[in-house]
């Protein structure tokens, strides 16, 4: 079973037949499996976990005016929104013990995020999923998404206003996860200045780190990598044998392991469109 297939998306829909992915860069998407991308203008999105992250609305909504079915009448188009990573919080929490009860599981949850996120849990929507666990081991490991719920809420009007019904909504790290096949690898996302930083072992997300950079130098890059690969050891009782690397324009100098480019079964994404790809390849298309 694929990350994707554990994620508990917001609303449960079947699987849709518009796929989208927003980034500061663009719009990438795709339609019956053939995709697309449209650039934005500068200032158009700026990703943010606390402030409104679509600054130039008008600026989209030609664009999804020209990809929604023509003839849809009032029923909207069931899509799945991939958003940057930076919108959201992606947690992984450890358990000895998790209640069976969702009510209970959303609530202990909820206390366990609530102080390393920037926003108001109560004013946030929550996802997660219960990983596999691991042999010998009891600790029960959960995946938590939080987004808040205003920034949320601004994604899924645009694209509601445009005819489409945002059934299942997830984030780029998340959904590029199904391109990592590798039993134990780090995995490294540069989208314009934030870097996305996911440590996997056996299938299973051990960590999610995400933040900004100032000039996402060579420099500023390994002062991330460097501390999480070291942590990856530690954790894991294992070196880190491969990083896989996506959107960047050049391979960091300095690494201590070996890097290549991330790969999926159609081609080479970028940072703008890793989730969409990933999303698509875990779908099976």
């Given at each position: 079973m694929?990350?994707l297939?554990?994620?508990?998306?917001?609303?449960?829909?079947?699987?849709?037949?518009?796929?989208?992915?927003?980034?500061?860069?663009?719009?990438?998407?795709?339609?019956?499996?053939r995709?697309?991308?449209?650039?934005?203008?500068?200032?158009?999105?700026?990703?943010?976990?606390?402030?409104?992250?679509l600054?130039?609305?008008e600026?989209?909504?030609?664009?999804l005016?020209?990809?929604?079915?023509?003839?849809?009448?009032?029923?909207?188009?069931?899509?799945?929104?991939?958003?940057p990573?930076?919108?959201a919080?992606?947690?992984?929490?450890?358990?000895?013990?998790?209640?069976?009860?969702?009510?209970?599981?959303l609530?202990?949850?909820?206390f366990?995020?609530k102080?390393?996120?920037?926003?108001?849990?109560?004013?946030?929507?929550?996802?997660?999923?219960?990983?596999?666990?691991?042999?010998?081991?009891?600790?029960?490991?959960?995946?938590?998404v939080?987004?808040?719920?205003?920034?949320?809420?601004?994604?899924?009007?645009?694209f509601?206003?445009?005819?489409?019904?945002?059934g299942?909504?997830?984030?780029s790290?998340?959904?590029?996860?199904n391109?990592?096949?590798?039993e134990?690898?780090v995995?490294?996302?540069?989208a314009?200045?934030?870097?996305?930083?996911?440590?996997?072992?056996?299938?299973?997300?051990?960590?999610?780190?995400?933040?900004?950079?100032?000039?996402?130098?060579?420099?500023?890059?390994?002062?991330?990598?460097?501390?999480?690969?070291?942590?990856?050891?530690?954790?894991?009782?294992?070196k880190?044998?491969?990083?896989?690397?996506?959107?960047?324009?050049?391979?960091?100098?300095?690494?201590?392991?070996?890097?290549?480019?991330?790969?999926?079964?159609?081609?080479?994404?970028?940072?703008?469109?890793?989730?969409?790809?990933?999303?698509?390849?875990?779908m099976?298309?």
């Amino acid at each position: 079973m694929s990350l994707l297939d554990s994620i508990k998306s917001l609303v449960k829909d079947p699987p849709p037949g518009h796929v989208f992915e927003l980034s500061e860069d663009g719009l990438a998407y795709s339609v019956a499996g053939r995709t697309q991308f449209e650039p934005f203008p500068e200032g158009v999105l700026v990703p943010s976990p606390v402030e409104d992250n679509l600054r130039r609305p008008e600026a989209i909504t030609p664009l999804l005016a020209r990809i929604v079915p023509p003839n849809s009448g009032k029923k909207r188009t069931p899509a799945a929104l991939i958003l940057p990573d930076y919108a959201a919080r992606v947690t992984v929490l450890d358990f000895d013990s998790f209640p069976s009860a969702p009510e209970e599981q959303l609530s202990l949850i909820k206390f366990r995020v609530k102080k390393t996120i920037p926003f108001d849990i109560e004013s946030a929507a929550v996802s997660y999923w219960v990983q596999p666990a691991s042999a010998g081991k009891g600790k029960i490991e959960v995946v938590a998404v939080t987004v808040a719920l205003e920034i949320l809420a601004r994604y899924e009007a645009l694209f509601r206003n445009a005819g489409f019904q945002a059934g299942e909504i997830t984030t780029s790290g998340i959904a590029a996860l199904n391109l990592c096949h590798e039993e134990m690898a780090v995995l490294a996302k540069l989208a314009g200045k934030v870097l996305s930083v996911m440590v996997l072992a056996s299938g299973r997300l051990k960590l999610f780190r995400c933040l900004t950079l100032e000039q996402a130098s060579d420099e500023e890059v390994l002062s991330v990598l460097l501390p999480t690969l070291a942590y990856a050891e530690d954790e894991l009782g294992a070196k880190v044998k491969k990083l896989l690397l996506c959107g960047f324009p050049q391979v960091p100098q300095g690494l201590p392991v070996e890097a290549e480019v991330l790969r999926g079964r159609a081609g080479v994404p970028d940072a703008y469109n890793a989730g969409l790809t990933g999303y698509m390849e875990g779908m099976g298309v």
